[in-house]
């Protein structure tokens, strides 16, 4: 681990507004609204909340305000915020409505420079770099990095792309597995460790946490420093002071 406490960060999937969560990208089932399930967290001993607008990028709008509004007003943990995100302007109105980090995937692929304007104007530990991945023969590390809400390949490597993020200042990195999102059979732990072992930045396991056993593979198989989870703590299977204390318990320190 690059960091001595593993976080713990509950992932709010929104579109339309309300919180929604899916398998492989599609197949999202309604929960109910951001701002109270934030609370909820914020009260339960989440370390920080990510949310992600997950229809503005295919939509081709910004992030939606008026829930990231309500959303920050509900919190006291700090808020990344994605989706949507295109511009400097874009980040400033979300950090204006106090965002304490945002989060850029699909804009950054397509202009890189945007990764370096927002270190240099905001500060490195402000700027996430996302990356959506997907296994693919064809490539050096053997995942392909994928944007638009995961529906279109770019041919880019996952790793490299992880590599000239951090060296375009990145603050940390957020992959995602597409092939196990939302399945809860674990993270995928061999992506998620080239990534880390290729950067020095923190980096956030993301997609397809499904029991306590697998939040401790992502740290000490998959080299995470934090984990997103969604479906493991939307349903109600484990508490976040449970998956802390299961974490502390295999020798993961955790804050309590």
Not at 123 to 150: F, H, M, N, Q, W
Request: negative net charge.
């Amino acid at each position: 681990m690059k960091t001595a406490y593993c976080k713990i960060i509950p992932c709010l999937d929104v579109k339309d507004g309300r919180l929604v969560k899916g398998v492989n990208f599609v197949n999202l089932k309604e929960i109910g609204a951001p701002a109270e399930s934030a609370a909820a967290y914020d009260q339960a001993g989440a370390d920080e909340l990510v949310f992600l607008d997950i229809s503005a990028t295919l939509e081709g709008r910004r992030t939606l305000l008026d829930a990231v509004g309500r959303t920050v007003d509900a919190i006291t943990i700090p808020l990344t915020v994605g989706g949507g995100i295109r511009s400097l302007d874009d980040m400033q109105t979300l950090f204006d409505l106090g965002v304490a980090k945002i989060s850029v995937n699909s804009a950054a692929v397509r202009n890189p420079e945007l990764i370096r304007q927002a270190a240099e104007k905001f500060g490195s530990d402000k700027i996430t770099v996302a990356i959506d991945t997907r296994k693919s023969a064809t490539l050096p590390s053997g995942y392909e990095v994928v944007v638009r809400g995961g529906t279109e390949g770019v041919e880019r490597d996952a790793v490299e792309w992880a590599r000239q993020a951090e060296a375009l200042g990145a603050g940390a990195i957020l992959p995602t597995s597409m092939d196990t999102d939302g399945k809860q059979n674990g993270y995928d732990l061999p992506m998620n460790r080239a990534i880390a072992d290729a950067v020095r930045l923190p980096v956030i396991a993301s997609g397809g946490a499904g029991a306590l056993e697998h939040l401790y593979e992502a740290v000490a198989d998959g080299h995470a420093d934090a984990v997103l989870v969604a479906s493991i703590a939307h349903f109600g299977t484990f508490s976040i002071r449970q998956m802390k204390e299961y974490l502390d318990s295999r020798g993961i320190g955790v804050r309590m």
